[in-house]
């Protein structure tokens, strides 16, 4: 009898099934959806920073629960929640607390500290009252970063990639609070021959304190957190990076323009690089594990204003919202085209020449 019940043990084995993996796979798809904006947001905000400094845009903010740092021209301005003006930080200059105008913002994970990557790889301190606080020069060369975070007193720094140079480049790099290198992440296959221009690949995104991280000549997207980095989904399979070997003829190449994760949901912008540009919005829903996609833009059936476009995601008090921002004058012109009691009325909200407006839909919890 134990020959036989050692082959039943063996054959039930074989029919379990294998534990499901957690590598979410991206495979874009054909438009088979339309969206509302209302099948996942609940209101929007619209926050009309102040006129007290006049500015040509921001690249770059940090959102807290009382207030909204700014990376402009004019340099870090910092604002309530409701857009008004309380005050610069620091200012542009060659001081020894002062930044140039290429500069980057993050914020610490805990503490009410801003930190500002300048020229010469400085690393400036200063505290949300404006007050300085610190200055380090890092110990290695960090070029310039799209972006850079921090996690676990550590700052990461993700890098431009480009077909200049055919070498290994870093995806990103960590120094500590010394300046000291701590690690690199290298792509051991991008080797480029020629150069072809400059291919911005980054796509970093706030969610849950941590960023997303993909390139157009790779398959995988890395989610970088405090508990560190987590290859947590890939693309395709290889059928869409750019590679050189197809550097010359993009078509069918992918580019992803961002990459925004939620509770509930991940948001991808991304077309083919074609002739003919088609920009897509797939939609991941976490909770049901399907992907929708549409290449139309996804109506704003809650104030008529302006279809969905989002940059980034962020947390205020607890919830959870899609960001982007708008100059005045398209705003207000969306506005009076939907011709709406409601969005006339926020028409006459907005002063068409002040300052860039901050779009905030918040997200449903369910």
Not at 56 to 74: H, P, Q, S
Not at 76 to 84: C, E, V
Not at 175 to 187: A, L, R, T
Not at 310 to 339: C, H, W
């Amino acid at each position: 009898m134990r020959p036989l019940l050692i082959l039943i043990l063996l054959l039930v084995s074989c029919k379990q099934e294998k534990p499901e993996s957690n590598i979410l796979i991206f495979e874009p798809q054909k438009a088979t959806h339309e969206f509302k904006l209302s099948d996942f947001v609940e209101s929007i905000t619209y926050i009309q920073f102040d006129s007290t400094k006049i500015f040509a845009g921001f690249d770059g903010t940090v959102l807290t629960d009382d207030f909204i740092f700014l990376k402009t021209n004019l340099g870090i301005l910092k604002y309530d929640r409701t857009g008004r003006f309380i005050q610069q930080i620091g200012g542009i200059g060659q001081g020894p607390m002062e930044y140039n105008q290429d500069y980057q913002i993050t914020k610490s994970e805990s503490g009410e500290k801003l930190f500002i990557h300048t020229y010469e790889d400085i690393i400036l301190t200063y505290d949300f009252d404006g007050n300085f606080l610190n200055r380090i020069k890092a110990k290695v060369s960090l070029s310039i970063p799209n972006v850079f975070r921090q996690y676990n007193n550590q700052f990461y720094f993700f890098k431009d990639i480009s077909s200049y140079a055919p070498s290994q480049p870093d995806l990103w790099l960590v120094i500590d609070e010394k300046g000291k290198w701590v690690s690199s992440k290298k792509d051991e296959n991008l080797f480029f021959e020629s150069s072809s221009g400059a291919n911005y690949i980054w796509s970093p995104t706030d969610y849950n304190n941590s960023s997303i991280y993909w390139n157009m000549y790779s398959d995988t997207i890395y989610r970088i957190n405090k508990s560190g980095v987590d290859a947590f989904g890939v693309f395709g399979n290889g059928r869409y990076r750019l590679t050189p070997q197809n550097e010359s003829n993009r078509d069918g190449c992918l580019k992803m323009n961002c990459i925004v994760e939620t509770n509930r949901f991940i948001f991808f912008r991304w077309a083919f690089m074609t002739g003919e540009w088609t920009s897509n919005i797939t939609i991941y829903d976490k909770q049901n594990k399907t992907f929708k996609n549409t290449d139309k833009p996804i109506v704003n059936d809650i104030d008529g204003g302006a279809p969905l476009f989002f940059s980034r995601s962020v947390q205020i008090n607890g919830y959870q919202y899609l960001g982007t921002s708008m100059r005045p004058e398209d705003l207000k012109e969306k506005f009076l085209a939907s011709n709406t009691p409601e969005s006339r009325a926020l028409a006459e909200t907005i002063d068409e020449e002040g300052n860039p407006v901050m779009v905030l839909y918040k997200l449903k919890e369910q």
